[in-house]
């Protein structure tokens, strides 16, 4: 059975920084792909970045060169450094992974960015 646990959102005004935690309940978690996903108000859940089992990223263009996403295999927990936030990323942030074919979700972080 797979557990995800996020963590590390709150309110920060435009510009400021945040870091969420995600961490993993259940086997392989090195093998696993791991992803964030966000769901601001009234619209649709998106993917905001993925990390590899041997560290290679991708993001959302909308986040790239601001987020960071990293890996700690030892603490089983992923981590999403956001800067330079802005008022458009407020949302609820949520860790995902998929095991077995199955896709397996937290209960979400909010982040919101307001001044």
């Known amino acids: 059975q797979v557990q995800l646990e996020e963590s590390g959102g709150g309110l920060v005004p435009p510009g400021g920084s945040l870091r969420l935690s995600c961490m993993f309940s259940g086997s392989a978690f090195a093998t696993r792909t791991m992803n964030w996903y966000r769901q601001a108000p009234g619209q649709q859940r998106e993917m905001v970045a993925s990390i590899g089992s041997g560290g290679s990223t991708n993001y959302a263009d909308s986040v790239k060169g601001r987020f960071t996403f990293s890996r700690d295999n030892a603490k089983n927990t992923v981590y999403l450094q956001m800067n330079n936030l802005k008022p458009e990323d407020t949302a609820i942030y949520f860790c995902?992974?998929?095991?077995?074919?199955?896709?397996?979700w937290g209960q979400g972080t909010e982040v919101t960015v307001s001044s």
């Open positions: 995902n992974v998929r095991v077995m074919g199955q896709y397996n």
